[in-house]
């Protein structure tokens, strides 16, 4: 018998496939079986060898389920997460873990009322580009940090599915910007306040929801975090810009490519002066190599694996859950935050 815990995979469109690959090779956690609303998808799966359930009901019946995942359009994650608690089912949903901070609320009630796990996949977390930025932020690689710039840039527009539909849950900051806010305000940077928050939203392609933003939060200590996503970026820009007292790093998602450049003397200040266009400048003149140094960029590696060994983890009474209901809730009410900021099209206190 394996001591693997038994999940149930509930939508299993691209990323329900994605989880029954990753489960395929967990040394935790096994497949049980999956339900999709769509009876082609079920047929699909029944040909690719997975046990499918014909109904929700018979999903939340089964008592040898150990966890449920949610890989639905956005906007199913609550219903079916509070069924599934309110039948005794721990939970796990994908990102963004619903649409509003009102609907989060009924969620954490239920898990609690119930007394069953309820998190989100936030994976990437794991993700190895910024696991190099936050070991440049705790090292102090660059001295102190005054900007960090994170940007995840395409050029396809929003995808024509239900990612364009607001009903849905539709738009960029629902989709990337949920990992994007994640990575720096839970675990990046969980101690600082946040100041203020400055957002516009993007329409290029589409109107009913946004296809890309640009927010800026103010930290306490003078630290400004740029996020942005951008759908209409034909040429893009680099994954991570930071600046550091004593340096920059720029890294792209490989992070074997990163750079940074740290300045090895401020006072030599006497530049010659370099011809740009029609004038010349000093200030912008590039520095010599004896005044600056490369240093080598974090290489490590992460295994988005520890996401589901923490669920079984904390299942056993062994661990806590990695991404907790504060965090959901503190990067739901950014979103919100940053949602109003662009409707009002002013900067926003925030509380945290
Ligand atoms: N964590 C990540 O990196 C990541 C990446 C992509 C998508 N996602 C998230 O995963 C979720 C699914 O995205 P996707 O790209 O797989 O979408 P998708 O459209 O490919 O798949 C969604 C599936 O859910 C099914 N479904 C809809 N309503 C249902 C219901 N009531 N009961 C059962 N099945 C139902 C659909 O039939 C479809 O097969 C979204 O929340 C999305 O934000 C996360």
Redesign the pocket.
Known sequence: MSNKKNVVI?????????HAGEIAGSDVVNLLGI????QS?IDDAKKEGIYTYSS?EEVLADKRIDVIL?????D??K??AIEAMNHGHNVI????VTLSSEDLKEMIEASKRNNVLFTT????RWDEDFLAVKQIYDEGTIGPIFNIESRVHGSRGIPG???GMKKH?GGMM??WG??LLDQIVNVLLPDRKILSIYATMDHVTNYEVDDGFRLTMMFEGDLRVYVEVGTSNFIDLPRWYVQGEDGTARSGWDISRGRITCCTNWEAKDAVPIRTAAGLTKTMAPRTDDTIKDVDYPQLEADVHDFYRNICATLDGKATQLVTHEQLAKVMKVMETAFESDRLGQVLPFEN
């Open positions: 509930v939508g299993f469109g691209g990323m329900g496939h994605w339900y999709d609303i769509k998808v929700f949610i890989a639905t359009e956005n199913f994650h219903p079916l949903t994908e990102k963004p996949h936030q994976n990437r599915d239900w990612r849950g629902l989709d949920v990992h």
